[in-house]
Each structure stands twice: as C-alpha cells, then as structure tokens.
C-alpha cells in the first residue's frame, strides 16, 4: 500500500523560508510523477509545482515561480518543496501527490491526475 508522509510544516514570518518533504513509500518511487498542492481556508485546492518521474521536468503555478522549488531525491523516495519569500498568503495545507508516469519527463498539473496522496503539512505565515 502507498503511503506519502509530509512534513516540515510550520510557522514562519513573512519573507522566511522552509524546505516540505514528502516521503513516499510501498511503490517505487522512481516511476512516479510528483506534485505539490495547497488548500487555503475557504478556498479549494491549487497547484503548486510538479516534477516529472527523473526530476528534469518541473513547472509551477504561476504565483510561486521564483520562490518555490520542486526537487527530488529517488535515493531517498522523497520530494521536496523548498519555498522562500513568502508571504501570508501562502498560508495553506500542502499536500504531495504521486501517480506512475510512463514517459520520464512527463508533469501533471490537475490534482484529479494523481492517484496518491499525503495528508498534509500546515503552513502559516504570519505578517
């Protein structure tokens, strides 16, 4: 059974960072795209960023571009979200999302693409 455990949620300030990982295990971690989502209250989810299977494809929403990264480590069965500037409106649950992908660089953007999910990681960023 897949499981996809986030963490590195938290409280930081406006103009702070803070690195998300999002461990995946019971599949093979090498043959799944992977993406990172966020919920804010009241609002419905949104895409974040995502990596193709090999992590030489990524791309990003456009109000993250330039403060966030996508990376992964397939040693480690983990993605990682490195975001930095941030401001309260970045204030959401993240969540990564998985789902096998047959060509390497292949990127979802859509969350109905992805068959698997993480719980979730809080992020508050107070002004």
């Known amino acids: 059974q897949v499981q996809l455990v986030e963490s590195g949620g938290g409280l930081v300030q406006a103009g702070g960072s803070l690195r998300l990982s999002c461990v995946v295990s019971?599949?093979?971690?090498?043959?799944?795209?992977m993406g990172w989502f966020r919920q804010a209250p009241g609002k419905g989810r949104e895409f974040v960023a995502a990596?193709?299977?090999?992590?030489?494809?990524?791309r990003y929403a456009d109000s993250v571009k330039g403060r966030f990264t996508i990376s992964r480590d397939n040693a480690k069965n983990t993605v990682y979200l490195q975001i930095s500037s941030v401001s309260p409106e970045d204030t959401a649950t993240y969540s990564c999302?998985?789902?096998?992908?047959?060509?390497?660089?292949?990127?979802?953007?859509?969350?109905?693409?992805?068959?698997?999910w993480g719980q979730g990681t809080q992020v508050t960023v107070s002004s």
């Open positions: 019971g599949r093979t971690f090498s043959t799944y795209a």
């Open positions: 999302a998985g789902r096998p992908a047959l060509v390497s660089f292949t990127t979802y953007l859509n969350d109905y693409d992805y068959l698997d």
């Open positions: 990596t193709s299977r090999s992590g030489l494809s990524t």
